[in-house]
């Protein structure tokens, strides 16, 4: 997937002529682990009578450009690698190759048979709620306890901070990868308001290990910026990826965000949790967040189910003027 475009790339890619090659570096996970987010990939301009099954074509749906993996051709779909089908969407070219930090894998041809088959192998199996349960517990397992030290050790010093303007890529390239938020409203946000030249409004935290990517955020803003009628700051999309985990990087990130608000005189601020996420309910709880009222609780349940529907969530406050 290569995401939404700071400028219009989609148009710019529909420009080029037939023939040529571009490379394009965008954010997103769908072909996991074939592409990671930041990754970039090599595409030659061509129609989609120039597509096969099991090449992996550039599609524009809507505003978006996604690099998926076509799974019939008359007519034309594609899909991630655990998908099913993307969205109609017009065809703009095929991958050839993948571009990963200093690496170039190049995607031959003779690749197809194995990418079709590998993807309708890995789709059918990932329809499976069992399969899908079974994968999670594995990665629990291995980000667990027992690999720490290894976990430490390979991200090397980590730096938690606050997100400043130049931070917007790395952000971007973070989203694309775990975050459910689009990337026009961070990029909004970041600019706007968490980072904003001569007061900032709200707040954004990242850790960053010591290659320079992030590996954790959380942002603190006005719920009324995503169309939520809540009062106050409310700390929004803590995500710590599964290799920084239970190294306290959250507990940083939240201690970040505090001493922003402090800072810019809020005496409280908020957060949401679903009611089951004990991990998250204890992250917060160790960084003195107690239980809202039943009567904020009841509000911010209705707000979500109001704009499509939720899992039932718990509302915690923290007040800023005592201790942490
Ligand atoms: C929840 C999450 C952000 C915690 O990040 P983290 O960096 O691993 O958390 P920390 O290491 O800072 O731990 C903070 C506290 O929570 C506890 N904790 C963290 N993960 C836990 C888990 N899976 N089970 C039990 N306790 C957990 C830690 O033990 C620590 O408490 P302690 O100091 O008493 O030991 C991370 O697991 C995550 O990203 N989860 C998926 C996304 C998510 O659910 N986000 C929350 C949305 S509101």
Not at 46 to 75: N, Y
Not at 119 to 140: C, H, I, N, T, Y
Request: glycine fraction near 10%.
């Amino acid at each position: 997937m290569v995401g939404t475009p700071p400028v219009d790339l989609a148009a710019f890619v529909e420009s080029s002529p037939p023939g040529s090659r571009l490379w394009l570096r965008g954010a997103g996970r769908s072909l996991y682990p074939l592409l990671r987010s930041g990754d970039s990939v090599q595409v030659l301009r061509c129609g989609p009578e120039a597509l096969s099954r099991g090449d992996v074509a550039l599609v524009r749906v809507g505003r978006r450009l996604i690099a998926h993996v076509v799974i019939s051709t008359g007519p034309l779909v594609t899909a991630s690698l655990l998908g099913k089908g993307d969205p109609a969407g017009v065809p703009l070219g095929r991958v050839t190759a993948l571009r990963r930090g200093w690496w170039i894998l190049p995607l031959p041809r003779v690749m197809r048979p194995s990418l079709f088959v590998g993807q309708r192998m890995a789709s059918a199996l990932w329809a499976r709620p069992l399969a899908r349960g079974v994968a999670r517990r594995l990665r629990d397992f291995a980000f667990s306890g027992w690999s720490r030290p290894m976990r430490k050790q390979w991200l090397g010093r980590l730096e938690v901070r606050l997100l400043r303007a130049e931070d917007l890529d790395a952000l971007l390239v973070f989203a694309g990868e775990r975050l459910l938020v689009s990337s026009t409203f961070l990029r909004r946000q970041l600019l706007g308001r968490w980072a904003r030249d001569g007061g900032a409004v709200g707040a954004a935290a990242g850790a960053f290990d010591a290659a320079g990517r992030l590996c954790g955020f959380a942002y603190l803003d006005s719920y009324r910026e995503e169309g939520l009628a809540l009062d106050g700051l409310w700390v929004r999309s803590l995500v710590v990826a599964p290799r920084a985990r239970r190294m306290g990087v959250a507990h940083r990130l939240l201690g970040c965000l505090l001493e922003a608000a402090r800072k810019q005189g809020e005496r409280r601020i908020y957060a949401d949790v679903d009611e089951d996420n004990l991990a998250s309910l204890r992250t917060f709880r160790r960084r003195g967040f107690r239980f809202a009222s039943a009567e904020l609780i009841r509000r911010v349940n209705a707000e979500w189910d109001a704009s499509g529907g939720s899992k039932p969530l718990v509302a915690l406050e923290r007040m800023l003027d005592g201790h942490d």
